[in-house]
């Protein structure tokens, strides 16, 4: 089974507005990883938290993590038509060096 | 070029025959991965190799045959086609901040 879980799975909103995504997972992490995948593309890293921080911002982004929740979101500011993608977590768990993804989070922004 | 490389793109095979898919990276990473991606859906781990001649099960991996003879490949091989292998398959390195770095993808239609 997916080790994280996004939430929600498909999110539609106008160009300037906020968009968040949530992401639960299930076992103890090294780190939390934020990817952005574009139609029929592969993924490209955004952005990743480790377990011993609770935020951290790149430029429109901001990741957030609660370790006690297993629980994370990505926050997209500003949001432009070019931030439609697929949104994806991936978990690097403390058993070993492997990504883990959830199922993804579909995100349209209408200009 | 540097970076991560799969070939084909494209493949339409028969059920029943063996295929590779082939990933070659430039960067000398030590670890590798193989996902597919089936539609509308997340990565699922088929393979993961730490290092040369070091390879691992991921979720799924019945069907799939890898090898790592040298750092910088890692062919996977369906060893007999079916149709359920119809996916798109992702191959990844991870780079030295435990990012990971993804191949444009294989389209494998089984028929």
């Known amino acids: 089974s997916q080790q994280g879980e996004e939430d929600p799975q498909a999110l539609s909103i106008q160009e300037g507005e906020n968009a968040t995504m949530n992401c639960s997972y299930k076992?103890?992490?090294?780190?939390l990883q934020w990817y952005r995948q574009n139609s029929g593309r592969g993924l490209v890293h955004l952005i990743l938290?480790?377990?011993?921080?609770r935020e951290k911002h790149s430029g429109r982004l901001r990741v957030t993590l609660d370790t006690s929740k297993k629980s994370s979101s990505l926050l997209i500011t500003a949001s432009r038509a070019a931030d439609t993608a697929s949104y994806f977590c991936?978990?690097?768990?403390?058993?070993?060096?492997?990504?883990?993804f959830g199922e993804g989070t579909q995100l349209t922004v209408n200009p | 070029d540097a970076g991560i490389t799969q070939s084909p793109r494209y493949k339409i095979t028969e059920t029943g025959r063996q295929v590779t898919l082939m990933c070659h990276q430039t960067?000398?990473?030590?670890?590798m991965f193989w996902y597919r991606q089936d539609l509308g859906h997340g990565l699922r781990l088929i393979y993961y190799s730490a290092a040369a001649d070091i390879t691992d099960k991921g979720e799924v991996p019945d069907g799939y045959v890898v090898s790592r003879s040298k750092t910088e490949n890692f062919p996977l091989t369906l060893e007999s086609a079916t149709r359920s292998q119809t996916s798109v398959y992702f191959c990844?390195?991870?780079?030295?901040?435990?990012?990971?770095?993804f191949g444009q993808g294989t389209r494998l239609t089984v028929v």
């Open positions: 990844a390195s991870l780079g030295g901040q435990r990012e990971a770095f």
């Open positions: 938290i480790r377990s011993n921080e």
């Open positions: 076992t103890s992490i090294n780190n």
């Open positions: 960067w000398s990473h030590s670890y």
């Open positions: 991936a978990t690097d768990g403390t058993s070993g060096s492997r990504l883990t």
